[in-house]
């Protein structure tokens, strides 16, 4: 504690130049009745190192994914962070800094902002973006209400949005917390047998304000089908895309077919999964929606001497300008997150990301070959999937992961807990960390778990 | 100039990656969905990588380069602890859907930093889920939202904020669909009882207010405000942003308030990294937690095979609340802050009250300082406080109207000037109640020292003739930067078209 305050054993001192005598002299103006009589009821300080040992034994606990075959994601992905964003991440300058409110001396993030926006703006194949939101389900939620925003003068099915019925429910629970504010209506679109977006019942979704599809889709699902929805949608309907920026090295960008919106969660670009926070929200758009979006965005501008310069701009949008009229309430951001992406991105460039992306698609289709030559597991959909996939189990899927894990193996996500009725079914998650021996390990055990289920050899 | 799109690079690959798994069939995407248009960045090999970046960072000011003012930001400074903590095996590689066995010490510090959060505020229930103080508002408000509904209270549709409140505030509840009733503050920047009074009624739904508020200084009617909004059956909430002035000494619980958002990376010091991420908490009184987002840490008293793997006497579950809202992020919020602040917390425990008190000392002796230095060089006449008051608490407001009057300098003028002296500014412009405002927040990790010789350069700054300060900063990067023309010449990314 005294290592953090200077001012320590000066007190008196400083007081004095003051006119006062005691500590207490500072807080007369909070009245009595609201003060604390006692000391707060908290375990004592500790030192540097006593925190560490703590840190060390309490998160050591924790299991990581790395420490044994591990197949789940579900929207996280294991990744591998190049040690330089690690290194360069954690300086001073860029850690310490808050929201760059002088420009004058705050160019080097806002350029690296900057940079951001361009690199997702490549990425997704938008002319906009923004410097992050707060993850990928807050950047949807954000984009359902953008959307509106935009369309719902000229809608002929006004406050309407239209989802996939795929979402997951703790995403589709964050879109509704945003959006019955506006009294939004959410409906949702249905899927075929085979898990792709049923694309005759999507023409009643045109007239509303916008759509919202994911590529891949929860179930790991490249849903080719999505070429086609802006047509049938049209003009006058926001084509919203949630897309794996991994998977961007090689699937077409969705703004080369028809996306108004693109949004995701970052993380697989740059950050570690970290118990699922912090992330970064992706958010990029087309012009016409560039006046009405949510979040913070750089401009390149000049200075007085002409000198090229950086600077936040359309701020009329923001809390502290528009205050209850604007677009959003964000303020703090991801930033720092936003540069990890940002920075792993350099690194790789276009090719580099295409090889990642390839590796991704491999592990998962080279997973799918063994698995489903696996006794008693059976592959739910023919498709082409990216990062993961669903898996029929004998029994149910719950009893299954926790054999499992009883068996040191972390074997993917019981799907029964976004669709109840796929009591059987688990979604199994493939990396570019995932390896062959993870792979060959999974399904051994998923074998013998199949045998005790009495499914014959 | 550096330009991460200058740069050539290796153009065919990216950093040396192992190969893939190779597969019986190989791995396709559907071909309608096989990316036609490559993407058009530069591929950085690792040496260019680290300078360009490390020349970034020299052009950007934070807490480690110098003094940072800002007001109601809290820019203290991050212990390297927290940084070294977040590294360690058991936090990165954590996915948030793995089983409650496999997370018992992420439980463990969940529950603990809820635990500690609820007695500093005064609170019964805390949650960790919002990732930010903005979304930290928009969840409580939703909380009571759902709370009035379910009494058959549809008809509290307004939040009340007083003019002089964050910007979030109007916009949070906004967000939830409420109308905002504004009431103005009193001339010396406090609460009107009476104006609060005139507007409470069976249509409020909550009021929203800081304390100390943005003037910073003590609201001493809090108890009779929230008297006020009670009676009309209305919920207090209180926004966080300026806890670091009162921890240990009161409590929004205390204070009356219903519900409490805590800025993690400002009173906790959260690195702010350059505008995130952060992490907002909110703590509630018992007749709101049912409607919290779930899930929370809870623990029981573990089973015998529990008892085995056991971080300490209890066992670590996640808890669904009753009535929740849901969720305002797909996890468990931000972990990785969580863990950071929990390092902070321990550093201090009981003794956070010591910490609050340096902050309110600092903040005082600079307002002395700044005073004496300007007395002493005769150009005291040149600003006024922005509030009149014996005490402030961890920040104050200056406003610089006489100078603008008597010499054409801005607050903004004085700002910029600042930074020729190797100083970030103070907040400008905020609260708008305090016209040319300046908002100074020195926190308490700032030396005597420092702050003796930022008011002597903060006098020679006011010592300065018009002309050289409209020109400031010189010394900075680049000098004043053209806003409009970045507004009206709207260039939001490298235009790759021009180049090529």
Not at chain 2, 43 to 64: A, C, Q
Not at chain 2, 396 to 424: E, R, W
Request: net charge negative; charged share 20%; hydrophobic share 40%.
């Amino acid at each position: 504690m005294v290592d953090q305050l200077p001012n320590r054993g000066r007190e008196a001192e400083m007081l004095q130049s003051m006119g006062l005598q005691t500590m207490e002299d500072l807080f007369i103006d909070i009245p009595a009745d609201v003060r604390f009589k006692e000391e707060l009821p908290l375990r004592g300080p500790q030192s540097e190192e006593e925190i560490i040992a703590d840190a060390r034994r309490l998160l050591g606990s924790n299991v990581d994914m790395g420490a044994r075959p591990s197949f789940i994601g579900a929207g996280l992905y294991r990744n591998y962070v190049p040690a330089a964003v690690f290194q360069l991440v954690t300086r001073g300058e860029f850690l310490t800094a808050y929201t760059p409110y002088q420009p004058e001396v705050s160019q080097g993030m806002l350029q690296a902002m900057w940079e951001f926006q361009t690199l997702i703006s490549e990425l997704v194949g938008l002319p906009v973006a923004n410097l992050s939101l707060y993850d990928g389900s807050t950047a949807a939620a954000e984009a359902l209400t953008c959307a509106v925003r935009v369309h719902n003068r000229k809608a002929s099915q006004s406050n309407t949005v239209y989802v996939s019925e795929l979402i997951p429910p703790d995403k589709m629970s964050v879109m509704e917390n945003y959006c019955q504010g506006a009294e939004i209506i959410i409906k949702t679109l249905k899927h075929n047998a085979d898990g792709t977006l049923d694309l005759g019942g999507l023409k009643e979704a045109a007239g509303s304000c916008g759509v919202y599809l994911e590529q891949p889709n929860p179930l790991g699902i490249l849903d080719e089908g999505l070429i086609t929805v802006k047509d049938i949608i049209g003009a006058n309907t926001a084509l919203i895309v949630g897309v794996q920026p991994v998977s961007l090295g090689i699937v077409e960008a969705p703004g080369h077919y028809g996306a108004d919106i693109v949004v995701g969660e970052g993380q697989p670009l740059g950050s570690p999964v970290t118990g699922g926070g912090p992330l970064y929200g992706i958010f990029a758009c087309t012009k016409p929606y560039l006046r009405l979006m949510p979040g913070r965005i750089v401009g390149r501008s000049i200075d007085v001497d002409g000198k090229e310069a950086y600077c936040l701009t359309l701020s009329t949008r923001e809390q502290h300008i528009r205050r209850h009229r604007a677009t959003s309430n964000i303020c703090t951001n991801e930033t720092l997150i936003a540069l990890m992406g940002a920075m792993h991105m350099a690194l790789l460039g276009p090719d580099g990301l295409r090889d990642l992306a390839q590796r991704n698609l491999a592990a998962c289709q080279r997973t799918k070959e063994i698995l489903s030559t696996t006794k008693g597991i059976e592959i739910v959909h023919t498709a082409h999937h990216f990062n993961e996939f669903a898996i029929r189990v004998p029994g149910s899927a719950k009893d299954c992961l926790n054999y499992l894990d009883d068996n040191g193996i972390i074997g993917g996500f019981d799907l029964s807990t976004w669709y109840p009725e796929s009591k059987d079914q688990i979604l199994v998650t493939a990396t570019d960390q995932t390896t062959l021996r993870d792979i060959e390990v999974l399904s051994a055990q998923l074998a013998m778990w199949s045998m005790h289920q009495g499914v014959s050899a | 100039m550096s330009h991460l799109f200058n740069h050539n690079g290796a153009n065919d690959t990216g950093y040396s990656q192992p190969p893939g798994l190779t597969c019986v069939n190989e791995a396709t995407v559907p071909s309608g969905l096989v990316r036609q248009h490559s993407a058009r960045w530069p591929r950085l090999s690792e040496p260019e990588m680290v300078r360009h970046y490390t020349w970034l960072s020299k052009r950007n000011f934070g807490i480690d380069t110098g003094f940072y003012p800002l007001g109601s930001c809290t820019m203290k400074h991050n212990p390297r602890v927290n940084e070294v903590i977040a590294q360690l095996p058991g936090i990165a590689d954590i996915h948030p859907h793995q089983p409650e066995h496999h997370l018992q010490g992420l439980l463990s510090i969940f529950y603990e930093m809820q635990h500690m959060l609820e007695i500093c505020a005064g609170m019964d229930q805390v949650t960790l889920q919002p990732v930010a103080g903005a979304q930290g508002e928009f969840t409580a408000i939703r909380c009571i939202q759902e709370y009035f509904r379910q009494r058959g209270e549809d008809q509290r549709t307004k939040v009340i904020v007083p003019d002089s409140a964050h910007g979030t505030n109007p916009a949070s509840a906004a967000m939830c669909g409420f109308e905002i009733v504004e009431i103005p503050s009193l001339a010396d920047g406090r609460m009107d009882l009476a104006a609060l009074a005139a507007v409470a009624d069976e249509t409020t739904a909550a009021m929203m207010i800081t304390n100390p508020n943005t003037l910073g200084l003590f609201e001493a009617d809090i108890k009779e405000a929230s008297q006020i909004v009670h009676d009309a059956g209305g919920q207090m909430y209180y926004d966080g942003a300026n806890f670091n002035a009162i921890l240990g000494i009161t409590s929004p619980g205390l204070m009356g308030f219903d519900a409490v958002h805590f800025n993690l990376h400002k009173t906790f010091s959260q690195p702010h990294g350059g505008g995130g991420p952060g992490s907002g908490p909110i703590g509630v009184k018992a007749q709101l937690a049912p409607f919290l987002p779930g899930p929370l840490a809870a623990r029981r008293s573990p089973t015998a095979q529990e008892s085995v793997t056991a971080v300490d006497d209890y066992w670590y579950h996640w808890h669904q609340p009753e009535h929740s809202i849901g969720k305002v992020q797909q996890w468990h919020g931000n972990a990785g802050a969580v863990i950071r602040c929990w390092a902070y917390y321990r550093r201090y425990g009981s003794g956070l009250k010591t910490m609050s008190e340096h902050a309110v000392l600092n903040a005082n002796y600079l307002r002395h300082a700044i005073h004496r230095e300007a007395k002493k060089e005769g150009v005291s006449h040149l600003f006024v406080d922005g509030a009149e008051t014996d005490v402030a608490k961890h920040e104050f407001t200056l406003s610089m109207q006489p100078a603008k009057d008597a010499l054409g300098i801005s607050a903004m003028d004085v700002a910029k000037g600042l930074l020729d002296k190797g100083y970030m500014a103070p907040t400008v412009y905020f609260p708008l109640v305090v016209p040319e405002c300046m908002m100074i927040e020195p926190t308490e990790t700032e030396s005597k020292d420092t702050l003796d010789t930022f008011a002597e350069q903060f006098v020679e700054v006011l010592q300065t003739d018009a002309e050289t300060l409209h020109a400031a900063p010189v010394t900075t990067p680049v000098r004043r930067v053209d806003e409009v023309y970045a507004a009206r010449n709207l260039c939001l990314r490298h235009p790759f078209e021009d180049s090529e």
